[in-house]
């Protein structure tokens, strides 16, 4: 239902804010280039660095194959709109191929690309709700469907989580630690409206949407080419960042050589579509609700380290508004103990993941 799921969109949408907002304090906190496996082990140990790097790992190859699996079917959807009907899997590999040799010229490239590609396509988002707008049936924006939540969870989460690339935009932000905390929680929220407008529009208009490739049946037939243009431009930008992401814990936390990492990085997401899985939704409804969150809970066990340290006593929220932190501050007293209920809300998106496989 629109109005359950969106409820559903803004509880999660502030655990991530915060959770993200955690993470930054267990990079500033932690001296040294890091990635989670990195992060967490420096503050919890040896133990902690094994589980945060098996998990990262999976989360972050699981999260390249379902953009895999994505990318090679809006490549077919558009390549078959203009006649040329090849079976899907050339298209993926055609998809593998072109962004495993924009990520080996390392994140500079990645990042110049995106940016002219994201605009891209915030622009055809903006466009498509234009276009859209006028076929809402309004009479279903009240609706809440409980059955629909069973395994949903995990598949928001996925959507809205950026806690995989803080470490690279902090690499790019330097010290700057306000600019990063600010920057981050506008790129995270400005995201999750426009993934939210346009989830919200496309149910509106066309509510039987039950795949990817019957999103289209929303739109007048002339427009047959926006959904695949969009969601390659989606994909692409995705896929480069994460591809980028597991290159860099292999070569930043597990001191592997670039090219052997940029080796294993392109071929991962290859060998998983073969063996593994071909489904989307199922993918990306465990990489979100069980890997992603377990990578939120040793954030927030991280976080809580390091902010109850006896010197943490600088509040980033006093930093943030230019005032000087009083003692007993409410402000500071919550944020030390906000990885306690922030965990357990994570758990409980797990645990709601896993019992909804069986």
């Not at 409820?7 to 990079?27: A, E, G, K, P, R």
């Not at 591809?243 to 001191?255: C, E, S």
Request: glycine share 8%.
């Amino acid at each position: 239902g629109i109005l359950g799921g969106t409820v559903l969109f803004v509880v999660i949408l502030i655990v991530v804010l915060i959770v993200n907002q955690l993470y930054i304090d267990v990079i500033y906190g932690v001296r040294g280039k890091h990635r989670l496996p990195g992060y967490t082990g420096s503050v919890l140990g040896h133990k902690a660095y094994w589980i945060a790097l098996i998990s990262m790992i999976c989360r972050t190859a699981g999260t390249m194959l379902a953009y895999l699996i994505l990318g090679g079917t809006f490549l077919h959807m558009l390549a078959g709109g203009l006649g040329f009907n090849y079976p899907m899997w050339s298209w993926v590999l055609l998809f593998w191929a072109i962004c495993s040799a924009v990520v080996f010229y390392g994140v500079h490239v990645v990042c110049e690309i995106e940016d002219e590609l994201t605009w891209v396509l915030i622009g055809f988002m903006l466009f498509t709700a234009l276009i859209l707008f006028p076929f809402i049936k309004w009479d279903l924006a009240a609706t809440i469907n409980p059955a629909g939540f069973v395994g949903t969870f995990g598949i928001i989460f996925f959507a809205v989580t950026g806690m995989t690339i803080l470490p690279d935009l902090k690499d790019i932000a330097k010290r700057n630690e306000k600019e990063f905390r600010i920057g981050t929680g506008i790129a995270i929220l400005g995201a999750g409206i426009l993934s939210w407008l346009f989830g919200v529009i496309i149910a509106a208009v066309y509510p039987g949407v039950y795949s990817v490739e019957s999103i289209q049946k929303a739109f007048p037939q002339v427009f047959w080419w926006l959904i695949p243009m969009i969601g390659l431009l989606a994909v692409s930008t995705s896929y480069l960042t994460f591809t980028q992401a597991l290159k860099n814990i292999l070569v930043i936390d597990i001191k592997m050589k670039r090219v052997p990492a940029w080796i294993i990085t392109v071929v991962v997401p290859v060998v998983l579509f073969v063996l593994v899985s071909r489904d989307f939704l199922s993918t990306i409804g465990f990489v979100g609700g069980v890997l992603s969150t377990l990578n939120g809970v040793m954030v927030c066990f991280a976080a809580y380290h390091i902010l109850n340290k006896p010197q943490n006593t600088l509040n980033w929220i006093d930093s943030l508004l230019r005032r000087k932190p009083k003692p007993g501050d409410k402000y500071f007293w919550a944020w030390r103990y906000m990885p306690i209920p922030i965990a357990i809300a994570l758990l409980f998106v797990m645990v709601e993941h896993i019992l909804s496989m069986f």
